[in-house]
């Protein structure tokens, strides 16, 4: 078996990890046990780009329980955790994925999940999806998943070019993702990685959160319940309108970045906070991303402003512009995963429900024409149902008469 990691050596650390994850991510679990039984991805190879945390590792362990190969590479060069990476290797999972890897180890790991020649490609911000399309022509692939907003905006464009070869699902649109991973799970982890980092107080800072999807909106929350004032910069009218009703102050960046102890970009798209906004912070500001790609704060703008940098404390690096410092974590990407350990596991048992489920429907109806699909309605309410019941939470039914109502027009006042 081919694999690529820092330390087989940490596989039993890694294995104890697993384990806890197991623990805590119950639906996932239960699906599980229906998989090994059933084996409904018999025969298929998967070639997977997603972190590689224990939580991957728990949805790695349920694809391989339903028949399938898995090769596995990390989707960001920080976000590995190496014990986990070796305890899945003990599995007779492919990893190739450390932590601390170039951008050129990451590109060559990708390649050494497609030399498996896969069936079903599952990627977490479309990087591997993109590889295929460009540099693979010959490659028969079923289909794929996507696992976050960036990655489907790009998938979306692909698919407006006229040239997705095949079919994919967004998994982060289902409600049971996007509602819970994207707001809750980045809203606790974001802060775990601020947290670990800089090990500041909250409360009383000034923060400013950029972009107001359901990644800010979940930072918002969290850093208010910390005791944060929090400002929110916005381009989308709807979205700035939300969070002034939620009690935000929304300005724009030009303003917001005069007034802010600590800023956190989560908008998915580029140059968010530019040299401009840098160079009107305040000495000692500290900033952060948690959107997708390193693309949001203009880093390459600050390595060139700055006088002097140094590493201050891990995952902290100082830049002293003209006298002032300016503090960046986690060299711009994503916070929640490179500083800490990305979502808890039980929101990533949401997530990885809907990775799975897909993956499998994918498998059974290998001739949907290639598109972009959202989760289909059943596998996102069966993942609901499915946590609801593995936390012992029930609900009520709707009655005969209920329904029967919410079906006609006929009845008024
Ligand atoms: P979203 O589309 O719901 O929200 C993005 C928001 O950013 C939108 O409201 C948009 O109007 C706003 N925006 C865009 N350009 C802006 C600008 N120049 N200034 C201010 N606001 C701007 O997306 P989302 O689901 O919240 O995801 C945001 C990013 O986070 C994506 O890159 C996504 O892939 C990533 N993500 C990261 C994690 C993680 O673990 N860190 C988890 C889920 C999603
Ligand atoms: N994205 C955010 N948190 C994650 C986690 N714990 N595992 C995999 N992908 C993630």
Known sequence: MDYKIHDIGLAEQGARQLEWSEMHMPALMEMRKDFASRKPLRGLRIAAVLHVTKETGVLARALKDAGAEVFLAGSNPLSTQDDVAAALVKDGISVFAWRGQSD???YENMEKVLAAKPDIIMDDGADLHAAIHSKYPDLKIIGGTEETTTGVTRLKALEKSGKLRYPIIAVNNAKTKYLFDNRYGTGQ?????????TNILIAGKC??????GWVGRGIAMRL???GASVIITEVDPFRALEAVMDG???????KASEKGDLFITATGNRSVITK????????GAILCNSGHFDIEIDVQALEKEAKAKREIRNNTVEYDINGRKIYLLASGRLVNLGAAEGHPSEVMDLSFCNQAL?????????NLPPKVYDVFQEIDEKVARQKLLSINIEIDKLTDAQKKYMSEWETGT
Not at 207 to 212: D, M, P, R, T
Not at 276 to 283: I, V
Not at 358 to 366: G, R
């Open 104 to 106: 050129k180890d990451y």
């Open 189 to 197: 982890s974001t802060i775990d990685g601020i947290l670990r980092a």
């Open 207 to 212: 923060s400013v959160v950029v972009g107001y």
């Open 224 to 226: 208010r319940g910390h």
């Open 248 to 254: 935000f102050e929304v300005m724009p960046m030009e």
């Open 276 to 283: 401009e906004d840098m160079l009107r912070m305040k000495n």
């Open 358 to 366: 897909s993956a499998v429907y994918i498998a059974e109806n290998s």
